[in-house]
C-alpha cells in the first residue's frame, strides 16, 4: 500500500503565478492603490479554464508515495485494500470502530478505495433481487423512449434509475431484508457521520459494452467544465466530502467482465474535477488503472472523487450486475428524490415483525436509517419547535423508531408522518 509523501497536506496544491487583471477604477479603493501595493497578491478563488491542470503534478501523486499497512484488511491487491467480513455481530463496537478508522484513512489520504468481500452472503436473496430487477427492467422496456446513461453510451447496459424505491414498491419483503444489511451504514457514517441518505441505481452491463469514459462523479462531476470552474476551489476538495460511492456485485465480477477501472490516490489531486475530461489525463488513466474482481455478493466503496470507469465487458455470456449505492452525507443534496412515505407505508408490517423478534437490533436500526430520514432539516421551526437540547426537532428516524417502541399502527405511523410532512412545510 503506499501513501502521499507530504506530512502536513493530504492533497497537492499546485504552485502558480496568478496573475491578476488591473482595475481601473475613478475613485481609490480604501487601503487599495492609495497605500501603494497596486498589485494583489492573492490568487484566483477558481481554477483556470484556460490553463489546463498539471499532468506531471498528477503523475507525481500517483508515483511518488510510501508503503503503509491497514492490519485489519485480508489483502491488498493493486493497492486496494480488500476486507472479508464476519458477522457482523461478531465484532464488538471497538473492533467496528477500528475498521471505520481504517475505511476513513483509505478514502481520505490512502487509495481511495476498499472492497468487502462478502458484504452479503445470502444467495438466495440475492437471487430473489435480482428477479425483481429483471421485472422492473422488463416493464420499463415496455415505456417508449431510451433511458440516458452517465459517461456510457445509451443502450450498452441496462439501467434501473432509483432502484430503491422500485425495489420497495415491487417487492417489500426482499427489500426491508437487503437494507437492513448493519454494514451499510456502519462503511458510510465512516466518511459521511450519521443521518446520511442512500440512494441507489441498477447497472447491468452486457457482453461486449464498452468501458466508461474515466471520471469523477457526483456532485461536481456532473457538471460541464465551465459550470464546474465557478465553484471555488475549497468546494472543489469538499465536494468530495458529501458523497459516498458504493456497489454491491449482484453477479460473479471476473477481470474480463469489466470490474470498475480505478486510480488510486487520485481523489487527492486538488484540481482532479477540472482534470479528468482533459484527453492526457484521460489517456494517462488508460494506462495506469487497476481492477479487482468481485464475487457476487460482495461491494466495492470509494470516494467519489477518485477517478474511476466501469470496464469494458469482455466475457462471452457474462451480465456484469450492480446495484449502485450513492450515499449522501446530511448535510448534501442527494442525486435522486426518494419518497419515504410509500416506502414505510409497505414495510411497516414487516419492520414491526423484525423489531418484535429481534427488538432495537443493528439489522433494525440499520434498515430505519437506510430509509427515513434523519435529518430533520428544512422544516418549520414555527410549528416544530425543537423540543431537546439538541436544537433540532425529529426527524422521521425518530417517529419511525417512537412508532416501533409504542407498537402503533400502520395506521398511526402514516398519520404521524404526514402531520410532521404538513408541519415542516413553509
Known amino acids: 500500500m503506499r501513501q502521499n509523501n507530504s506530512k502536513k497536506n493530504v492533497y497537492h496544491y499546485r504552485s502558480e503565478k496568478v496573475k491578476m487583471p488591473t482595475l481601473v477604477i475613478d475613485t481609490p479603493i480604501l487601503n487599495g492603490h492609495t497605500n501603494g501595493h497596486a498589485k494583489s497578491s492573492i490568487p484566483s478563488r477558481t481554477f483556470s479554464t484556460i490553463n489546463p491542470p498539471s499532468l506531471s503534478d498528477f503523475k507525481k501523486l500517483i508515483n511518488e508515495t510510501q508503503p503503509i499497512h491497514y492490519p485489519l484488511a485480508n489483502t491488498i491487491i493493486s493497492n ?13 463496537p471497538d473492533q467496528l470502530s477500528a475498521l471505520q478508522d481504517e ?11 476498499f472492497a468487502t468481500k462478502g458484504l452479503y452472503k445470502d ?18 422496456k415496455q415505456i417508449a423512449g431510451q433511458k440516458g446513461d452517465h459517461f456510457a453510451s445509451s443502450g450498452a447496459n441496462d439501467r434501473i434509475w432509483n432502484s430503491f424505491s422500485k425495489h420497495c414498491l415491487q417487492n417489500s419483503t426482499s427489500f426491508l431484508e437487503y437494507y437492513s444489511n448493519p454494514w451499510l451504514p456502519l462503511i458510510s457514517s465512516a466518511w459521511l457521520g450519521p443521518h446520511h441518505r442512500l440512494t441507489a441505481q441498477v447497472n447491468i452491463v452486457k457482453p461486449g459494452a464498452a468501458a466508461q469514459i474515466s471520471h469523477r462523479d457526483y456532485h461536481l462531476g456532473f457538471q460541464d467544465n465551465e459550470s464546474c470552474a465557478k465553484f471555488p476551489k475549497a468546494l472543489q476538495v469538499a465536494s468530495q466530502f458529501l458523497t459516498l460511492q458504493g456497489a454491491v456485485a449482484h453477479s460473479d465480477m471476473p477481470v474480463e467482465s469489466g470490474p470498475t477501472r480505478l486510480l488510486p490516490f487520485s481523489q487527492m489531486f486538488e484540481e482532479g474535477y477540472m482534470a479528468y475530461r482533459v484527453p492526457e489525463f484521460q489517456e494517462y488513466f488508460l494506462e495506469q488503472y487497476v481492477s479487482v474482481a468481485l464475487g457476487k455478493g460482495d461491494g466495492l466503496f470509494f470516494n467519489p472523487a477518485l477517478f474511476h470507469a466501469a470496464g469494458q465487458n469482455d466475457s462471452k455470456d457474462i451480465q456484469r450486475s450492480a446495484n449502485l449505492l450513492q450515499i449522501s452525507s446530511a448535510f448534501s443534496k442527494p442525486m435522486e428524490m426518494i419518497d419515504t412515505y410509500p416506502l414505510i407505508e409497505k414495510t411497516w408490517d414487516g419492520l414491526v415483525e423484525m423489531y418484535a423478534k429481534d427488538g432495537m437490533s443493528e439489522g433494525v436500526k440499520a434498515f430505519v436509517g437506510n430509509v427515513a430520514e434523519g435529518y430533520p432539516f428544512p422544516t418549520n421551526l414555527d410549528r416544530r419547535v425543537p423540543k431537546t437540547a439538541g436544537m433540532a426537532p425529529a426527524s422521521e428516524q425518530d417517529l419511525v423508531i417512537k412508532g416501533l417502541e409504542k407498537e402503533w399502527s400502520r395506521a398511526t405511523i402514516l398519520r404521524e408522518l404526514r402531520k410532521m410532512r404538513t408541519d415542516s412545510a413553509a
Open 80 to 92: 486496494v485494500p480488500i476486507y472479508q467480513l464476519p458477522s457482523y455481530s461478531s465484532l464488538d
Open 123 to 140: 444467495a438466495a436473496l440475492l437471487d430473489c433481487v435480482n428477479t425483481v430487477f429483471r421485472t422492473i427492467v422488463a416493464e420499463e
Open 103 to 113: 475505511w476513513y484513512h483509505i478514502l481520505l489520504s490512502g487509495p481511495g478505495v
